[in-house]
């Protein structure tokens, strides 16, 4: 099998991968349904049926993670997912797989405040990894069939294969698109949609929704909501991530058990106030499409209760997604605005914030509006699109995945990903602590301002380098040349100083910055070295990337026993 990407056979088995991937998150997608029909039902009869329900639905799959998965963490699959694709190359334990995917059911089955695509994805890309390893394909082939299996698994979860397929494509980076896994991703979701449709029905999650025309008014203030949920996607993952800090905070003080159990008590007391703040959310959605009456207070305390409910679900003890919950604080984003404006076509905004704030959220475009197109009709693909444009940018860098790079990377950059990611899940706290100046080499090597080029030239030839930064009498840097670039010119030029055309802007930092804005500056400009100034301005040294490798590796590795 090591030999078959560019056959038929490799095809037949990613499609068989999709399958069997869409099989498994299938089933878990129906012991949710049935657990959340006994969720309901009891809730319905008695309110306080929610107190119980939630202590399981935290407690038993945060202590069915800790007593069988190989990896003791619970929280959102698709941190998981990412996780394997940028640290393991889409190798993923397949007990964990199970483990993890069962817990996320229960989670969501029971009230917890999260999605079912988490614990989908995670189960796609499990089956996909144990079959790579089991049929010993080819390893730079193994983390583009994970990231199809993930798509199966979402593809057949929601019946939306176009949806599941841009999702493969945009999750992994920030700014970029993993192109080389679309045909996969192609091939394992369609049938994986397939079967989801023969198991589950055709009918969309959110039922048909009637055709309405498209006016300008509507893409203005498509466009306005959009930013509106470019800010919301500011807040929610500001949340997010000082949720997890406390939860880490928490833990330190008082132990695992006492954050389960105020995991627990919060999503109970969340669903005293508001059933519809608990549970995946799609009883929210129906309600809010089907025209439900809802007061502007009422829906904002739910929108706050859900968000709130859903950081704290992930990152205190339940298992579970962040795509959904999104969709639904962006749908009741979308009808509070549509009461502001006094708009009849509600739906429309519905459609529209669902698609924004997932944008802002987890930097995917096309998703988003694949989404909306899938679930709720055509007609919303261009306001969802226009509005998730805005919302991307409006929301700058900020994500749920701390393990989503902007972009893709290339030779020293891409090793120097690869090991951050790692620092970034072993000790994020220590990444924070280390200086510019503790790990940079004083007294670099430089050119200064009216070198020849033949100069320039010796220079790099006896220092055996291919980048230095030119400075002025008063060593403040002006520049960067490379080898490459002198290389460039023109043999007749070699008597003349350098010339400005040739330089570029280094990245300069001062002494005191920490070592993650460090590696995040390099990975982000994909450059190999910056250099360090002091608080004149004045150069005092340089930082490559086997330097910042090096002391991430001697944060992350264990130290020997003396």
Same mark, same amino acid.
């Given at each position: 099998?090591?030999?078959?990407?560019?056959?038929?056979?490799?095809?037949?088995?990613?499609?068989?991968?999709?399958?069997? /991937?869409?099989?498994?998150?299938?089933?878990?997608?129906?012991?949710?349904?049935?657990?959340?029909?006994?969720?309901?039902?009891?809730?319905?009869?008695?309110?306080?049926?929610?107190?119980?329900?939630?202590?399981?639905?935290?407690?038993?799959?945060?202590?069915?993670?800790?007593?069988?998965?190989?990896?003791?963490?619970?929280?959102?699959?698709?941190?998981?997912?990412?996780?394997?694709?940028?640290?393991?190359?889409?190798?993923?334990?397949?007990?964990?797989?199970?483990?993890?995917? @069962?817990?996320?059911?229960?989670?969501?089955?029971?009230?917890?405040?999260?999605?079912?695509?988490?614990?989908?994805?995670?189960?796609?890309?499990?089956?996909?990894?144990?079959?790579?390893?089991?049929?010993?394909?080819?390893?730079?082939?193994?983390?583009?069939?994970?990231?199809?299996?993930?798509?199966?698994?979402?593809?057949?979860?929601?019946?939306?294969?176009?949806?599941?397929?841009?999702?493969?494509?945009?999750?992994?980076?920030?700014?970029?698109?993993?192109? &080389?896994?679309?045909?996969?991703?192609?091939?394992?979701?369609?049938?994986?949609?397939?079967?989801?449709?023969?198991?589950?029905?055709?009918?969309?999650?959110?039922?048909?929704?009637?055709?309405?025309?498209?006016?300008?008014?509507?893409?203005?203030?498509?466009?306005?909501?959009?930013?509106?949920?470019?800010?919301?996607?500011?807040?929610?993952?500001?949340?997010?991530?000082?949720?997890?800090?406390?939860?880490?905070?928490?833990?330190?003080?008082?132990?695992?058990?006492?954050?389960?159990?105020?995991?627990?008590?919060?999503?109970?007391?969340?669903?005293?106030?508001?059933?519809?703040?608990?549970?995946?959310?799609?009883?929210?959605?129906?309600?809010?499409?089907?025209?439900?009456?809802?007061?502007?207070?009422?829906?904002?305390?739910?929108?706050?209760?859900?968000?709130?409910?859903?950081?704290?679900?992930?990152?205190?003890?339940?298992?579970?997604?962040?795509?959904?919950?999104?969709?639904?604080?962006?749908?009741?984003?979308?009808?509070?605005?549509?009461?502001?404006?006094?708009?009849?076509?509600?739906?429309?905004?519905?459609?529209?914030?669902?698609?924004?704030?997932?944008?802002?959220?987890?930097?995917?475009?096309?998703?988003?509006?694949?989404?909306?197109? &899938?679930?709720?009709?055509?007609?919303?693909?261009?306001?969802?699109?226009?509005?998730?444009?805005?919302?991307?940018?409006?929301?700058?860098?900020?994500?749920?995945?701390?393990?989503?790079?902007?972009?893709?990377?290339?030779?020293?950059?891409?090793?120097?990903?690869?090991?951050?990611?790692?620092?970034?899940?072993?000790?994020?706290?220590?990444?924070?602590?280390?200086?510019?100046?503790?790990?940079?080499?004083?007294?670099?090597?430089?050119?200064?301002?009216?070198?020849? @080029?033949?100069? /320039?030239?010796?220079?790099?030839?006896?220092?055996?380098?291919?980048?230095?930064? @030119?400075?002025?009498?008063?060593?403040?840097?002006?520049?960067?040349?490379?080898?490459?670039?002198?290389?460039?010119?023109?043999?007749?030029?070699?008597?003349?100083?350098?010339?400005?055309?040739?330089?570029?802007?280094?990245?300069?930092?001062?002494?005191?910055?920490?070592?993650?804005?460090?590696?995040?500056?390099?990975?982000?400009n994909q450059e190999d070295d910056v250099y360090v100034v002091d608080d004149t301005s004045q150069i005092i040294g340089v930082i490559s990337v086997i330097d910042v490798i090096k002391?991430?590796?001697?944060?992350?590795?264990?130290?020997?026993?003396?």
């Open positions: 099998m090591s030999r078959f990407s560019d056959n038929i056979t490799y095809y037949v088995f990613v499609g068989i991968t999709g399958l069997l /991937a869409a099989a498994l998150a299938i089933g878990l997608y129906i012991v949710y349904t049935e657990l959340w029909q006994i969720t309901w039902s009891a809730s319905s009869f008695s309110v306080f049926t929610i107190i119980p329900l939630s202590f399981a639905a935290i407690g038993l799959p945060y202590f069915l993670v800790k007593r069988l998965a190989k990896t003791k963490t619970t929280g959102s699959g698709t941190h998981t997912v990412l996780e394997a694709y940028h640290l393991t190359n889409g190798e993923v334990n397949f007990r964990d797989t199970f483990v993890k995917s @069962v817990a996320g059911m229960l989670t969501i089955g029971f009230g917890g405040s999260a999605g079912p695509e988490g614990p989908s994805l995670l189960a796609g890309g499990g089956v996909a990894s144990a079959l790579t390893k089991r049929f010993k394909v080819k390893h730079d082939l193994r983390r583009r069939i994970f990231v199809a299996g993930a798509a199966a698994g979402l593809a057949a979860t929601f019946r939306t294969p176009l949806t599941g397929i841009l999702f493969a494509l945009e999750i992994p980076y920030k700014n970029d698109l993993d192109r &080389e896994t679309f045909i996969e991703a192609i091939v394992a979701s369609i049938p994986a949609y397939l079967l989801s449709v023969a198991v589950l029905g055709a009918e969309p999650i959110f039922g048909t929704i009637a055709s309405t025309p498209l006016t300008l008014d509507i893409i203005g203030l498509s466009l306005l909501l959009g930013s509106i949920c470019g800010l919301y996607s500011v807040f929610f993952t500001k949340t997010f991530d000082k949720m997890s800090e406390y939860g880490v905070k928490l833990r330190e003080k008082y132990g695992d058990t006492a954050v389960v159990v105020l995991c627990a008590s919060s999503v109970a007391l969340s669903g005293l106030i508001s059933i519809y703040s608990i549970g995946v959310g799609l009883h929210f959605v129906s309600a809010l499409i089907s025209g439900a009456s809802f007061s502007i207070t009422v829906l904002i305390a739910v929108i706050l209760l859900k968000t709130i409910i859903t950081t704290t679900t992930l990152n205190w003890g339940g298992s579970g997604g962040l795509f959904f919950p999104t969709i639904v604080i962006g749908a009741g984003l979308g009808y509070i605005f549509s009461l502001v404006f006094n708009v009849n076509l509600s739906i429309m905004f519905i459609a529209v914030g669902m698609a924004a704030l997932l944008a802002g959220t987890h930097k995917m475009l096309l998703t988003p509006a694949a989404f909306v197109v &899938e679930t709720l009709g055509g007609l919303f693909a261009i306001p969802a699109l226009l509005a998730s444009g805005i919302s991307f940018v409006l929301s700058g860098n900020h994500s749920f995945y701390p393990l989503q790079p902007r972009t893709r990377l290339k030779n020293e950059a891409l090793a120097l990903k690869r090991f951050y990611l790692r620092g970034l899940k072993v000790a994020p706290d220590a990444l924070k602590q280390i200086t510019a100046s503790e790990i940079m080499t004083e007294s670099p090597f430089v050119l200064r301002k009216g070198t020849t @080029v033949k100069d /320039a030239l010796q220079t790099f030839k006896e220092q055996d380098l291919r980048v230095m930064p @030119v400075i002025d009498e008063s060593n403040y840097i002006i520049g960067m040349v490379s080898l490459e670039n002198l290389g460039y010119l023109d043999v007749g030029n070699h008597e003349l100083e350098l010339p400005e055309k040739i330089m570029r802007q280094p990245i300069i930092i001062k002494h005191n910055t920490r070592l993650n804005t460090i590696a995040e500056s390099m990975m982000d002391k991430i590796l001697e944060l992350v590795e264990p130290k020997s026993p003396s």
